[in-house]
């Protein structure tokens, strides 16, 4: 449990208003997972989840997912969403349907990168991860 808290980014860290920070504003040339997310009063209900990509080199593609624990430590098999893959820069946004999961209190996100060019150049990457409610139309 400690080593999860030590990787852990608080919920009160704002990507912009009334949003928290999965994944900060990183560069990746390989696979990778990211900090833990502590939900705090936000666990249980559903978020919405931006990825937004800033930076691309041509013919790759990345495969990004979102896993849940209720302890930190122990992430199952299977992420709780996984994105369809994507090779542009651009915001994509999917909803994370958290009360199907409840007891989940913390998240982290996993993702893979692939290059199909005939050339030697590695997967290259930028990209950030915000979360927050969605926004209610009353």
Known sequence: MMAAMQQETALARRASPG???LLEESTFRECGTGPVLTLGE???RALLLMLHITRVIDQQSLALSVWGSTDGMTWGSEPLLSLPRKSYCGSYGILLDLPVYPDVKYLRAKWNVTRWALDDRKPLFTA???IREPKRCD
Do not use: L, P, R, T
């Open 42 to 44: 936000h666990q249980g």
């Open 128 to 130: 950030n991860i915000s």
């Open 19 to 21: 949003a928290a920070v």
